[in-house]
């Protein structure tokens, strides 16, 4: 069974400040999928990236960036310069390679002040 | 390329009654997914459908809760008798494939049940 594990609940900053929002989850499988999926208002999710757990390389794209470590079972996604459209709850979610499930962490909500 | 389509956005009924709600996948993707979202939670999936054949139904409550994707394409979602707790979004996902990565969400029904 997967587990996804987001601790914090919810983040206030005001714009222009980095956000990063933690992760942590629990598999027994050796190879799987992590991802991160925005929540705005309007109430779909929105997938942001993905991250195989064979490749533990870090990677920027735009303003988003994420920290795998399979070490700590840990993955950290972080917003730099924080602007108030990014407003919404983030999930992170993880799926075995060959299976479909996709379980979810229960979000953080991110609130972003003008 | 239009996205996943739900309706309604919203419905409020009263315990016991019965509610049904409607998905349009993306054209062309044979994989179709409902999951449950609790307020404060994260998705949970309900059922999720290859074409017109159920994959996999362990999450739903078979004794309340039925879906069908007769032609392969849209489906629908009801519950019949409804119960106080059954109030949370029911969001419908699809991708061109069941191991495919990325499942693409529609904007999600919010059921109240009074």
């Known amino acids: 069974a997967q587990k996804v594990t987001q601790a914090q609940t919810e983040i206030s900053v005001v714009e222009k400040e980095d956000v990063t929002l933690d992760c942590v989850y629990e598999t027994r499988d050796t190879t799987y999928y992590l991802f991160w999926y925005k929540q705005p208002p309007s109430g779909e999710l929105v997938f942001l990236i993905r991250?195989?757990?064979?490749?533990?390389q870090n990677e920027i794209s735009g303003r988003y960036s994420w920290n795998f470590q399979k070490s700590t079972s840990s993955f950290n996604f972080t917003i730099t310069a924080s602007q108030v459209v990014d407003s919404a709850v983030y999930f992170c979610a993880l799926r075995p390679l060959n299976d479909y499930k996709l379980s979810f962490g229960a979000g953080t909500t991110v609130t972003v002040r003008a | 390329e239009a996205g996943v389509a739900q309706s309604p956005r919203y419905k409020i009924i009263e315990k016991r009654q019965s509610v049904a709600f409607w998905c349009n996948p993306i054209s062309g993707h044979a994989t179709l997914y409902w999951y449950q979202q609790i307020l404060g939670q994260g998705p949970k999936l309900l059922i999720q459908?290859?074409?017109?054949?159920?994959?996999?139904d362990s999450q739903l409550p078979k004794d309340r809760f039925s879906a069908e994707r007769l032609k392969g394409v849209d489906s629908t979602l009801k519950i019949q008798p409804a119960k106080l707790e059954d109030s949370a979004v029911y969001l419908c996902a699809s991708t061109p494939g069941s191991t495919y990565n990325e499942q693409f969400f529609g904007p999600g029904t919010r059921l109240t049940v009074l």
């Open positions: 459908f290859q074409n017109n054949g159920v994959v996999d």
């Open positions: 991250r195989n757990s064979f490749d533990e």
